[in-house]
């Protein structure tokens, strides 16, 4: 009998300490993960099953940044992820800010912080939240920036052409809700399990 | 040739008030403008004439209740 480790017992999957780098890439994308030319921001990504593959525990992320002037810090960062249906591989037309059109489930609120960037690189967040991702579904990552002022000096995530794999929204004065725009780009990204 | 700042700073102020308007670390520029009292048109114009031969890629721009942002960079 082959047993789903992820659903047995209703228990993730051991963290094993490793990574996998799932997407790489050298385009630079300011809109991700915070865009810090506006007060709020909104962005999300999918990443389709396949990039992944099996059950995992997932214990933070590691993202790479550039041309921050440093030390630049966000306030009141969140970071959140859940499963998608293996057919959603990419965002709608319009996409829903709060995830509606994408039937997500397991909604995991990761970490809320205030990130500062203190060099340019590579970066690691450990999450406060395990993500216990299935193997089976796409996985939707939700950055929410809700620092409430724009500041200069904000720089760019490095990123990889992708048709409509990433979604995002700007706005001033207030967090953003209802439809945001579909962007061509996925954010490099290495899960940490 | 870089961005002649005083002149597009000047021609800017004609239709609001300029909160910022400089270039980043060389990789973008970045325009924000309150109070800005015309249509995006004549914004683009002013772009135009300052500021694309440098960073020609218009990578943002949102004109919201008066609050006029826009990026430029030079390349992705």
């Known amino acids: 009998m082959i047993i789903n480790p992820y659903i047995f017992d209703g228990n993730c999957v051991p963290i094993t300490g490793g990574s996998s780098l799932i997407v790489n890439g050298f385009t630079n994308i300011n809109q991700y993960p915070a865009y810090g030319l506006y007060d709020y921001s909104w962005v999300s990504l999918i990443y389709s099953q396949g990039l992944i593959s099996v059950p995992r525990q997932i214990r933070g992320i590691e993202i790479e940044v550039s ?17 998608i249906p293996s057919s959603t591989n ?13 039937n997500p489930t397991n909604i995991t609120i990761c970490k809320v912080f205030n990130w500062t960037i203190n060099a340019n690189g590579l970066i690691e967040i450990l999450f406060d939240q395990n993500f216990c991702y299935n193997g089976v579904d796409n996985l939707v990552l939700g950055w929410e920036n809700r620092d ?22 700007n706005q001033d004065n207030s967090y953003p809700t209802g439809t945001g725009f579909r962007l061509s780009y996925s ?6 399990y | ?16 008030i300029v909160e910022y308007c400089d270039s980043h670390l060389d990789l973008y520029y970045i325009v924000v403008m309150s109070s ?5 048109n004549t ?27 826009a990026q430029y960079n030079k390349g992705q």
């Open chain 2, 43 to 69: 914004f683009f114009d002013i772009a135009n004439q300052y500021i694309i031969d440098d960073y020609p890629l218009l990578t943002n721009f949102t004109l919201v209740d008066g609050v006029l942002k």
């Open chain 2, 36 to 40: 800005w009292y015309e249509d995006e």
């Open chain 2, 1 to 16: 040739m870089a961005v002649n700042r005083d002149a597009l700073v000047l021609a800017l102020e004609q239709y609001g």
């Open chain 1, 148 to 169: 409430g002022s724009w500041a200069i000096g904000y720089g760019s995530a490095e990123s990889l052409a992708n048709s409509n794999k990433g979604a995002y929204k």
């Open chain 1, 67 to 83: 041309g921050y002037s440093t030390p630049y810090t966000y306030l009141n960062q969140t970071i959140k992820m859940a499963h």
């Open chain 1, 187 to 192: 954010m490099k990204l290495r899960l940490l």
């Open chain 1, 90 to 102: 990419v965002f709608p037309l319009n996409p829903q800010v709060d995830w509606s059109d994408l």
